[in-house]
């Protein structure tokens, strides 16, 4: 639940005056899912809904709830951060093994994330980079 709180969060702090089923449809979640949470938040003093024209409602982020989109924005980095660090120990251990089994340069083939992460762990070993080969021109 925490992601989809922090994205209704951050959709809402951006346009207050989306509808849930739009909402619903950005966070490709079910428009009973959005109910529920949207709900929570109001429940829990995230957010206030505040009438507007008609039936239209717009969806007040409160300080408590901006101090809560903060709480889970750094969460989310040290969990991403966390699966880095975890990627390139995983990623430095299998390069020291091809090192003790002989191998003494690699290639890269990529250039996307995992292939910057595979570069931190190489420089890492005693292993020599050879090249970096991409097929994009």
Same mark, same amino acid.
């Given at each position: 639940?925490? !992601?989809?709180?922090?994205?209704?969060?951050?959709? $809402? /702090?951006?346009?207050?005056?989306?509808? =849930?089923?739009?909402?619903?449809? /950005?966070?490709?979640?079910?428009?009973?899912?959005?109910? +529920?949470?949207? /709900?929570n938040l109001i429940h829990r003093g995230l957010i206030k809904a505040k009438k507007d024209t008609?039936?239209?409602?717009?969806?007040?982020?409160?300080? !408590?709830?901006? +101090?809560?989109?903060?709480?889970?924005?750094?969460?989310?980095? *040290?969990?991403? $951060?966390?699966?880095?660090?975890?990627? /390139?120990?995983?990623?430095?251990?299998?390069?020291?093994?091809?090192? *003790? =089994?002989?191998? !003494?340069?690699?290639?890269? %083939?990529?250039?996307? *994330?995992? +292939?910057?992460?595979? %570069?931190?762990?190489?420089?890492?070993?005693?292993?020599?980079?050879?090249?970096?080969?991409?097929?994009?021109?």
């Open positions: 639940m925490p !992601k989809n709180e922090l994205n209704t969060l951050l959709e $809402l /702090k951006d346009d207050p005056s989306l509808s =849930q089923r739009s909402l619903s449809r /950005k966070l490709n979640i079910s428009l009973g899912l959005t109910n +529920a949470i949207i /709900k008609g039936r239209k409602l717009l969806y007040i982020i409160t300080p !408590k709830g901006m +101090a809560n989109v903060s709480r889970l924005m750094y969460n989310r980095f *040290q969990e991403t $951060l966390h699966y880095y660090h975890y990627t /390139k120990d995983l990623l430095t251990a299998c390069l020291m093994k091809l090192y *003790q =089994q002989g191998e !003494k340069t690699i290639n890269i %083939y990529g250039t996307g *994330q995992l +292939a910057e992460i595979t %570069y931190y762990a190489g420089i890492s070993t005693p292993l020599k980079l050879n090249a970096i080969i991409s097929d994009d021109p």
